[in-house]
Structure formats: C-alpha cells, structure tokens
C-alpha cells in the first residue's frame, strides 16, 4: 500500500506541465485565439480557459472519472467506452491528435516506470487501434491502479488543462508570469465545487458544447501562426 506522502508525490509528477506527454506542442486553440485578437489580456486568457476548461471536464472528466471506477471494478469493456465517448465529443481533428498522441505516450512512459498488466493491455490495444486511447483515460487506469483517488485524478485534469493553456499564454499573448499565475490560482480554487457536480454525471451527461472554441480549432487547422499543433 503506496503511504499518503508517496502517493501525493505520484500525483505531482503526473500533473507537472514537465511531463514528458508532449503537453508543451498543444494550446487548445489560444495560438489561433490570441492571433485573431480574441484572446489580447489577462482578462481575456481567464475568459478563455475558464471556457475550455468546462469543455474539458464536461466531456474529459466524466469519461474519466467513468473509467477510474471501472479500472477498480476491471470493468475493460467500460473503459474502452469511455475511451470513446471521449474521442466521439471532439469536433476537430487537431483536438483527437492531442488526446491520442499524449494518451499513447502517456501509456509508454508508465510501462516504463512500472509493469502494470491493465496499462498494458491498454496499451497493447491502443498500438493495434483498437481502442483510439485518449489520454483521459489513461490517466484514468493510471491512477486508479496506483492507489489515487479519483478527486485527485480529477484535480490532475482540471491542472492540467489550466496548465497547457496559461504556459502556451507565456508564448503568444501579451501577459506575464504573475498574471498567469494569478488566473491558476483563481481557477484551482474552484475544482473542489467542479469535482462536485461531475462527480455525479455519467455518460447520458457528456457535452462538449463550446461553439467558439471549436470554430477558433477549425481556424488553427488552415492558420497562418503554427507554434503549436492546436
């Protein structure tokens, strides 16, 4: 049984934005977003991610939370569903790549770092395509067989999302260091009352409705600035 202090650094090694998933090629459309003036400012970029990350656990963190209590119950058959309810809500194709490519790298680095026999089939059927093998879920698997707690799976994903967004901010729209920070802060505070209300939600309750965001990807797909892959 992992102790609490090992546990929680666990936790801090799989939501750091060092990771090495390929977090840092990804902006979730700010790129198109900041070159299109609609992100401009500190105000903007908070307006923005708090948008995406709705998005994101409406869709991602239902899925996920979904899969973690499968993966206690080997349930593979509803983590394989929830792998595609995830890749079924994304509009475009530079969101799927995203998912698939960091979920992929996800399930490599943790046979790595340990020989776990579930991420291993996953992973097995993700390099026969059997399964799309979002990153979601792989860090679904991940954490329930290494004695997390889905709050803290949760946590990783809402962090995560804020994260890739804020550090692509640094590289494309006008604020700084302390105001990135700033709006990490303020949106963190918030996961504990999101975790409430997905908590409860299954699959019948998966959305992905965020018109502007998806319209702002479809942009990044024929844009003009291409410092990251979406």
């Given at each position: 049984m992992t102790d609490e202090i090992t546990r929680l650094m666990h936790l801090l090694e799989f939501s750091d934005s060092a990771f090495p998933v390929g977090t840092f090629s990804f902006s979730n459309g700010l790129e198109t977003a900041a070159f299109e003036g609609i992100v401009h400012n500190a105000e903007t970029l908070e307006q923005y991610t708090r948008t995406v990350l709705q998005q994101t656990i409406y869709?991602?963190?239902?899925?996920?939370?979904?899969?973690?209590?499968?993966?206690?119950?080997?349930?593979?058959?509803?983590?394989?569903?929830?792998?595609?309810?995830?890749?079924?809500?994304?509009?475009?194709?530079?969101?799927?790549?995203?998912?698939?490519?960091?979920?992929?790298?996800?399930?490599?680095?943790?046979?790595?770092?340990?020989?776990?026999?579930?991420?291993?089939?996953?992973?097995?059927?993700?390099?026969?395509?059997?399964?799309?093998?979002?990153?979601?879920?792989?860090?679904?698997?991940?954490f329930q067989q290494n004695g997390s707690k889905e709050e803290e799976l949760f946590a990783a994903i809402e962090y995560g999302t804020i994260n890739m967004i804020l550090n692509a901010a640094l590289r494309c729209v006008k604020v700084s260091h302390y105001e990135t920070q700033a709006i990490l802060y303020r949106l963190c505070s918030e996961t504990t009352a999101d975790y409430e209300i997905i908590r409860q939600m299954d699959f019948e309750d998966i959305r992905a409705f965020a018109p502007e965001v998806d319209i702002i990807a479809s942009l990044h797909e024929k844009g003009k600035m291409r410092m990251f892959m979406n």
């Open positions: 869709c991602d963190g239902i899925a996920a939370l979904q899969a973690f209590r499968a993966a206690g119950q080997n349930d593979y058959r509803m983590i394989r569903k929830a792998d595609h309810q995830v890749i079924l809500c994304k509009m475009n194709t530079e969101a799927r790549l995203m998912l698939t490519r960091m979920g992929k790298k996800m399930a490599e680095i943790c046979m790595q770092i340990s020989d776990n026999a579930l991420m291993r089939q996953w992973l097995n059927d993700i390099c026969k395509k059997i399964v799309p093998g979002t990153y979601p879920i792989a860090q679904a698997i991940w």
